[in-house]
């Protein structure tokens, strides 16, 4: 595949990956095997096709790069000269401004990510809003709108204007591709980073942190299609919220710490697409999201690592969960959904009001085809949680559990939350070659994931 | 437990219990049938709408009117002010048909205070000194009044909504243009929650129409100013416990 976009002026490049996929050896159940076979099919794609990036500028070529402030006085000016991949280039200096990205394959990158601010100054919407296939944005940093950081939302229709009858986010009625990559969003009125409708994404590189709902969120999509990796979630009311998220959802490598619950895939009535179905949650260090600072979102959580919540086939595999006064890792019942077919494994979750907790909707009486297997833990409810709910996941009797979350305690507003530091740029960013945003992210070998080291 | 008004009990106990009480049926006006303005909201209307409670809150407070049709012939009537972020109210009550025997009413999550027409000779008749209020639990089923303040109460949120969603909710649209007391305003339906009229400059809300917590009578709140307020609750040595006059107290409700 070869994909559209010259990089730096006079200079044509070929990359070709030498990444390949490793066998993949998990025995896990039934809905597990599934995701894994998922995970390899991507592999192969990025190995034959995706791996290979052309980054010329061929004389045939359109694409340009367009320079903010030197050419251009606004971002926004810049990406409505902008077309089919072009790169919008953005030097340091405070932009109040609410970019609205509608240009297909435009990469949008700041020159330093500390020095790069989009500020809405909590009255503007969003900082970046992509309604476009194929959009990256890098390095930078967006802070204080109202809404969100960045926002990549497929629900809207090629003309701007929404179906009331669509179903936004289901196939390729959605916003495909997308990435986002060494960007901060802090102190926003909603979400860091959020993707709604969308398919095809990686997010990586993302510090998030100071927001009243989630500082990254995936909801309603099927198939996601979605890689979140090497990311920051903190002091934010939820680290990672995937609310009717279903299908290719990776949250891997990443740090949920000082939230008020770390990572919540989960099933809602409230978007389209519930159930949420097929998340694996992998070697993440999820630590101390039990933070009183950091802002509570309505009907709130607290003191929770990771909550499935009425979730369906979801994979939670060698992370490490510790600090949590509620639980560290639950499947738990939703409103009316509850938690079926999960596959808890080798993760290392002490230190927690209860480590693992099992909590069905309570006329279940069974396992739910819900399974732990070989965590390193303490406590669980029911007790002895790996003797009842074993893997392979299967329909087991389980007697009633009962179990009530204390009432989480006030939390500042979310615009008093300080702001974070310098987070790492990205290297050699003002001359860097770029690329649109691949419809298919890239494979996540489980294989390769350990459980993090302690902090 | 005593009902003594003190001014913690005045303060918030349960804010979800109120703002659940603005889950209203839209429509409820009659004016805002499928006409032809009616169409799906724009980005920058579902944004109005998703920050609209927010900012309430950040206002603090506002001076309202209430006007509510009970039934046939039965209305009522409420002038007054709200804090939002104590979540403590006081109004007068102007009730014809039902509630009449109330005149003021000071409320908050935790407790509702009424100065009632009958109230000197209920604590006469019960042996108690006259005090010029009476305090009680809130009964947001039972008592038509209390169902009121709790939509009242219920304009204000801690935290915005989701504007993608709350475009995509069923029954959202943009119904029409208005004027509301000289205020140009656009009238947003949010899905079954309620009409609301909002300042067409800078999104503040004007007027809210809906329904009451049991979805069973219509109610139109205006805001004729936002800003901050301070409720203060009479002394406690004005108030008498209803758990004192029980039985008189139920009596005089039932007339």
Known sequence: ?455 | MSRRPDRRTLLGRAAAVVLAALVVPAGCGGDDEPGSTERPLTDAEAAMLANVLFADLDAGGAEFTVAVQVGTGATINLQGEIDWTTHRGYAQVSARGVETGVREVYWSDDAVLEARDDLAPLLERAGLAATPWVVRDPDPVGRQLDQVLAVVTGLAATQRDNPLLVAQEPGSAYLRDDTVRGIDAVVLRWGTRGTFWLDADDGRLLRFEGDNATRTRPVVVDLVAVRSVTIDGPPAELVTDVADIADVYAAALAT
């Open chain 1, 1 to 455: 595949m070869r994909i559209r976009g010259p990089h730096r002026a006079g200079e044509t490049c070929l990359l070709v990956s030498s990444r390949r996929p490793r066998k993949v050896s998990e025995k896990l159940n039934a809905a597990a095997s599934s995701l894994l076979r998922s995970t390899f099919r991507g592999a192969i794609l990025a190995l034959v096709g995706g791996g290979l990036v052309a980054c010329g500028a061929d004389a045939d070529d359109q694409a340009t790069v367009r320079r903010v402030p030197e050419q251009y006085p606004t971002i926004q000016a810049a990406v409505d000269d902008a077309r089919e991949g072009d790169l919008v280039l953005v030097g340091p200096g405070v932009y109040r401004e609410a970019v609205v990205v509608d240009v297909d394959g435009l990469v949008l990158r700041g020159t330093d990510r500390t020095d790069v601010v989009l500020d809405g100054e909590d009255r503007l919407a969003n900082g970046v809003a992509v309604t476009a296939d194929g959009v990256a944005v890098e390095n930078l940093t967006a802070r204080r709108y109202q809404q969100n950081g960045v926002l990549f939302n497929g629900a809207v229709g090629d003309d701007g204007t929404r179906d009331p009858d669509a179903v936004y986010g289901s196939g390729d009625d959605a916003l495909v591709g997308y990435r986002i990559s060494h960007v901060t969003v802090h102190n926003n009125g909603l979400y860091g980073v959020y993707a709604f409708a969308a398919r095809g994404g990686l997010i990586e590189q993302v510090y998030a942190s100071g927001h009243p709902d989630s500082g990254i969120y995936v909801g309603q999509c099927k198939p996601c299609d979605v890689v979140v990796r090497d990311s920051t979630a903190e002091y934010n009311a939820i680290g990672y919220y995937g609310t009717n998220a279903s299908g290719g959802v990776y949250v891997v490598e990443s740090v949920f710490a000082h939230n008020r619950l770390g990572i919540t895939p989960n099933s809602q009535q409230m978007e389209l697409l519930a159930p949420q179905v097929e998340t694996v949650i992998a070697g993440n260090l999820v630590v101390d999201n039990a933070a009183a600072d950091a802002p509570a979102v309505a009907d709130g959580f607290f003191g929770g690592g990771i909550a499935v919540g009425g979730g369906t086939a979801d994979i939670v595999l060698r992370n490490r969960v510790t600090g949590h006064p509620s639980y560290g890792i639950g499947l738990v019942r939703l409103g009316m959904f509850t938690p079926e077919a999960n596959t808890v494994r080798d993760n290392v979750v002490t230190g927690n009001g209860i480590d693992l907790l099992y909590l069905p909707d309570p006329t279940i009486d069974h396992s739910g085809a819900n399974c732990f297997a070989g965590n390193t833990f303490v406590t669980s409810l029911p007790a002895d949680i790996e003797s009842l709910l074993t893997c392979p996941g299967s329909r087991r009797p389980v007697g009633p559990v009962a179990w009530e979350q204390a009432p989480p305690p006030p939390g500042p507003d979310y615009r008093d939350v300080p702001a974070p530091g310098p987070q790492p740029s990205m290297p050699g960013a003002a001359d860097a070659a770029w690329t649109r945003a691949s419809a298919t992210p890239p494979a996540v070998d489980l294989d390769t994931i350990e459980v993090p080291a302690a902090p």
